[in-house]
């Protein structure tokens, strides 16, 4: 959890964390991981995100998703646009993997949801990918049926395991290594307390172009232990997580609002990136019964501008959720020798100090 | 209204009209014409749809909005999208004269829904247009702020007048004449009537395309009294209204169904064809008032087919507007002695009849 | 091959198809099968469409995507529209056989494109599905990684099997059994022939919907060999290739004119219908090659109007590959004893030749 | 220009700027201001950007449109992505005075641009806008025809003149008086100089969120000369020129890449903001000419990495022209007596020094 930022001092932007600044403080999200390190070459995992306990396809959630940069392999992203909803479990994986984990998800999904009076015949798998081909033998698609169903089988409402685990284990950002990361934010509306929660994957960015807290920090640490480049451009999947009652043009609005969060930290959106966005409420949830013709809904009024402090939230919880990755992974050595050192946290915090504005 | 067609045993698909079969069957739908025939050049006007007969600022109405082929000047369809709603009536008018309408508008709008306690310093005026040149004098931008105002304070909720009227004055479809044109359908959704209405400005089309009730009408009439090509290939605006508890995401969604109406009348959507739909439901409306910070809304669960009618329904008010548009229209001559001939109905209806399929 | 149907004398719309009428006369273009009928259980299959016979990741090709429904699970979408290109092959499956497949395009692409000083560790497959859960026991995703290997070893430039074939083994359409269906028209420009192909996988449609040349066929057979209804609502997916050196902006234009050519059949783009267009040029391919930092192209200006023609192609060769699955397709029984019968030609003709137009 | 922050030493970003660090370095591109300042209550004016000095209808500028957040009212957009050109000059002015600008823009453009053989019956004016009213007699629409003509008839290669000027005469941005700011960057490419240059209008941001080169001025000068909250919320209209060969489909790649310049600067995208790009190229002018069916083209090798400079290059100029309307801008009062005070650059130099980070 972001927690590791909390306990060096650093807050990330001005609005107030959930209780354990992580996505799983959304009631009812939960999270599982399964961490693939085996031999020289296996460097990579798999993370699921449930957006809540009972029975997803008869129970879906309102969600919506948008490409920033399409240079990826997200699957089920045009039936969540259309129908704006999601049926089945988020998975995160690498890029080569995304057909056995959908087949795996599949899998999974027909025995935990499929009732005796409905057959499944149709089911969009969500899955979203990093490539982690630096630490990883990527196309050994390492992750199995059997992994996929372990991180489904663990999802747990705990605070997210950060850094090197599940999806996150192979993953590199600004050169440094990365991981899973998590954060939340408290909106108050109409007096209730409403979260935002975001998990994040990154997998991007040169050196030089970190920024934390408005410090240049990668620039600070150009030369840090740095190996030659490695090619690869990476990529960034980000999933929001929310109990506010939001429609599908709301969920995708506040998708939109990612950019602004991974740009803070000083990403500027490369051409080989590929950076999806998947938002969804736990709030409205839509029955997959044929007897419901009209629902009825509440919704956030967006005509006025209350939805800005959900807009905010939302850019500070994936701001934090990054650099929360990078601080909570850990050295890692893997395929070909290849080698993706740590972020030297005593240094950041030094070069944050040094700077004139107070980080904490 | 296209009783016209029915007048002649026509029939358009298989769904029951409302009872004008107009747009104004959707109830609080309004439409007003100023039409412009002035000497031998001028040949253009304007139509003004009023979604309610409220203070459609302070209560508006929730809008989607869609490009079909994007050669056309509407304005206002970023805002539709984005918000999701409207909040201004909308008008119709010729390529040129965008600009000074949709000045004219803001013009009405102001003193019109302006409250003392709330003033207006942005405001989202929609205005659409079809190519009148070959009847008008396009140039000379004849639509002034009166006729605006003539249009928008004439509205009434009477079955719609087709054919050469308001923005439908200069226009021309399949190189026939034509006009204003517009349907309706009823939808019956538990236990309850429902109405999806359409006003559109057909404006597209070369002689051989045009296909009525599936009988290739076009090639039939190929030299019909046909003039030499004109070089223009026009457009079509669409508006679709109705009284359902449709979502945004669901009104883009009929929208989208547009094309299949177009496309039963034998169009193929040139490239230079501004083909631009807006829908909106007269349900929901949507306070002006920063008080209100969640709203209660019913809408349609589209998580089943049931919406499938209301698709039906769309596509064949669209078919039949464009069809009404064109049996209402009268022949006319215009600018540079240019001259328009109206659909031969008797020899369509001798083609229809010579098919083997009834067309009643 | 579309044969089946000038050989009844139906000609569909009135441009001149290409030498075999199927999306291979466009120059380079392979299409394969792999059929899977097995037991009562088994009708499902693959089909591979190869854009070009050389290295198509190093060669990439043009091209565009398009979601006109988005019910649908189809892979690879987002980067098409990012880069504007494809590097794999495209494979048709089965609904929950997207996975499998996917993954088994992985396992093909490497070893066939893989350069020695390129190890590929990022790549893109194309997968679009249909349901075919009627006749098929979907939920086995029976399509393995053998399957998929022979249709992409077993492609050919040679006229595409049509029918119940490949991906359309086990699919339906109006309620009558489908398949695989092309068609191709030739459009001439500069004195220069070039060609578009289209490959079509119909599986939509209510009977009562079927439109022929404009004849309400389905209307006249509505209750002729009709099943009890199946609940399923079917999908479309479509490819169209073309040696026109078209841009990627361009080739999303055409492939938006696919729903013209689905509505000439009667298609309304069902709630529940995944409807996808994958358009490609096999013109101005584009190297995998870091070192050429700009490319020379031409390409067709679409400034002004030939590019109707293009679009006129790519309508009436939907619209006859529609056509030509449901002409070519046999009765089958398969999942549960459901059987799905035939479209009966000789009534089909005798309703055509009792229209007053002529259907030759 | 941009020269003010290098006068003060604050370099943006770490590539270079082009000669004078502003839109008018990349050749061929002219831009001219009418600034209207009379009485207490008119604060607006126009500003217009001209592609190039030629016959812009005949010789069109390839060009990209993108809506990052649609409160706002701009014109011609949907016809720029339909066909990927420009056929007219840019022209930006306030939000209400849209219509009345479009129509003066094309009575400026059929004088210009049209030829005797070829009339124009159809135009594209694109027009963006701001909302000015905190200062401003906004319902006035001061801005009339010839104030339009005189910008277009001014316009200028040279550097651009910055701050109260033109459509910026009324802006404000962070609750500092704002104006028209402009930057430019080189990208040196396979041997030669290519510029890319923006200009921009910003008008968004509440004082808190301002950020300069990572130091939190707008927390620092949270209560600096701070008028009460006017409750408008701003947009934002960003131009980006370059004479890079970029289709249309990387001109809307690169105008994504603007969010991450307004980012930079503490943005967020608030509700209410109008946040659009317009990016348009002078390489490949297409000609508006029927008898060129192909065009040959030289473009940029997206395949690989090399767009990636020109991303960069696109947001260190929106985020050092949106510094620089700031540092140009003058102390305003308006319309009620609302008073806009100047950036106070000599607290923001002692900040930005204070901070460890040097800002040169």
Redesign the interface.
């Known amino acids: 959890m972001s927690r590791l930022l909390e306990k060096h001092g650093i807050q990330v932007g001005?609005m107030t964390p959930g209780a354990t600044n992580s996505i799983t403080d959304v009631d009812g999200v939960m999270v599982g991981h399964t961490t693939l390190i085996e031999g020289e070459n296996v460097r990579t995992g798999a993370t699921a995100i449930v957006p809540h306990s009972g029975n997803l396809f008869h129970e879906?959630v309102k969600a919506g998703a948008l490409?920033?940069?399409?240079?990826?392999?997200?699957?089920?992203?045009?039936?969540i646009?259309?129908?704006?909803?999601i049926e089945t479990p988020i998975l995160l994986t690498n890029?080569?993997n995304?057909?056995?984990?959908?087949?795996?998800?599949?899998s999974w999904v027909?025995p935990h949801y499929q009732r005796p009076d409905c057959?499944?015949?149709?089911?969009?798998?969500i899955v979203a990918e990093c490539?982690d081909?630096y630490l990883n033998d990527?196309?050994g698609?390492h992750v199995e049926k059997e992994h996929v169903f372990h991180a489904l089988d663990t999802v747990s409402a705990d605070p997210v395991a950060e850094g090197v685990v599940g999806a996150g284990t192979g993953v590199s950002a600004f050169e440094f290594k990365s991981g899973i990361g998590s954060a939340s934010r408290i909106v108050r509306?109409?007096g209730e307390n409403y979260t935002v929660g975001v998990l994040s994957l990154p997998n991007f960015g040169r050196r030089?172009e970190l920024?934390i807290?408005?410090?240049?920090i990668g620039r600070?640490l150009r030369d840090y232990e740095r190996e030659p480049h490695d090619g690869?451009?990476g990529s960034i999947v980000i999933v929001i997580a929310t109990d506010l009652?939001l429609?599908?043009?709301q969920l995708v609005?506040i998708a939109?609002?990612a950019?602004?969060g991974?740009?803070?930290t000083g990403?500027?959106?490369?051409?080989?990136s590929?950076e999806?966005v998947i938002s969804f409420t736990t709030a409205n949830k839509?029955?997959?019964?044929?007897k419901?013709?009209?629902?009825?809904?509440?919704?956030?009024?967006?005509?006025?501008?209350?939805?800005?402090a959900v807009?905010?939230a939302t850019?500070e919880a994936v701001e934090e959720s990054i650099l929360s990755a990078l601080f909570s992974a850990e050295t890692m050595v893997g395929i070909d020798g290849h080698r993706r050192g740590a972020l030297p946290i005593p240094e950041v915090l030094s070069?944050l100090?040094?700077?004139?504005?107070s980080y904490s």
Chains 1, 2, 3, 4 share one sequence.
């Open positions: 001005r879906k490409t920033i940069n399409g240079f990826g392999k997200a699957v089920g992203l045009p039936q646009n259309e129908f704006g909803m890029t080569l995304v057909g056995k984990v959908s087949d795996a998800l599949i027909l057959s499944i015949t149709s089911l969009n798998p490539n081909s990527i196309q698609r509306l109409d030089e920024v807290k408005g410090v240049p600070e690869e451009e009652p429609s599908h043009r609005r939109k609002r950019s602004f991974i740009a803070r990403g500027i959106c490369h051409n080989g590929g999806f839509v029955p997959h019964d044929p419901r013709i009209f629902l009825e809904e509440r919704r956030l009024n967006d005509a006025h501008s209350v939805i800005n807009f905010q850019i070069f100090k040094a700077s004139g504005h």
